[in-house]
């Protein structure tokens, strides 16, 4: 079948509603862009029927992966990530909010040279409390890091495999994967990307989660040496 060129990888937790709809949408823009493709969903122990659902649709190259147990984003990620063979990589949320028509244009990045993008919500169609927690966090990350970035903690990104590759994630720590990257010399940067409401459900954001990640590691143990 020849060498896949972009792998999605999208962690979902009780997500089917969001499922049903994304998926169909995002694989249309994928097969419009002509190029070999998979999409990992990664099921993080749902309870909603998520991989039967998936299953239904009978999409051609999407693929979904069942966690036992609900694990969390980061395990999640970890699994798609392993799995994923693709040239570049995107990683979206499952609840609908990142737009699939903005994939081309943030692989159009990766072309041009850049190892990851970030898609920033610049217009964010989210909770005041959500937006303006994610403010501080995005600010406090920038002097603590001294990694450059208005919206790290975006879950639309899209990346090299070398840069997957080097990824180690665990706890909270797939809200710093663009530090992560940086600090060890890939090139990242973000584009403004259309941000939708939610279509289905509720978030499953708490805003504790934002900050459990600064107790996991710190510049000093983590960042490069010199």
Known sequence: MGTVAVSVVMPAYNECDNLVELLPELVAVLEGMDVHYEVLVVDDGSTDGTRSAVGRLGLDGVQCLRLRRNSGKSAALSVGLRRATGEAI??????????????????????????????????????????????????????????????????????????????????????????????????????????????????????VRFWRGFWIWSPSSSSPST
């Open 90 to 207: 995107v990683l979206m949320d499952a609840d609908g909010q990142d737009d699939p028509n903005e994939v081309p244009r943030m692989l159009a990045v990766l072309a041009d040279g850049a190892d990851l993008v970030t898609g920033q919500r610049s217009v964010r169609n989210d909770r005041f409390i959500k937006r303006h927690t994610s403010k501080v966090y995005n600010a406090t990350t920038r002097l603590v890091t001294g990694v450059p970035g208005s919206d790290h903690n975006s879950g639309f990104k899209a990346m090299t495999a070398d840069v997957a590759a080097n990824l180690e994630l665990y706890g909270e720590l797939h809200r710093y994967i663009p530090v992560l990257a940086a600090w060890q010399g890939f090139a990242t940067t973000e584009i403004p990307v259309q941000h939708h409401a939610r279509r289905h459900g509720t978030s499953k954001f708490g805003a």
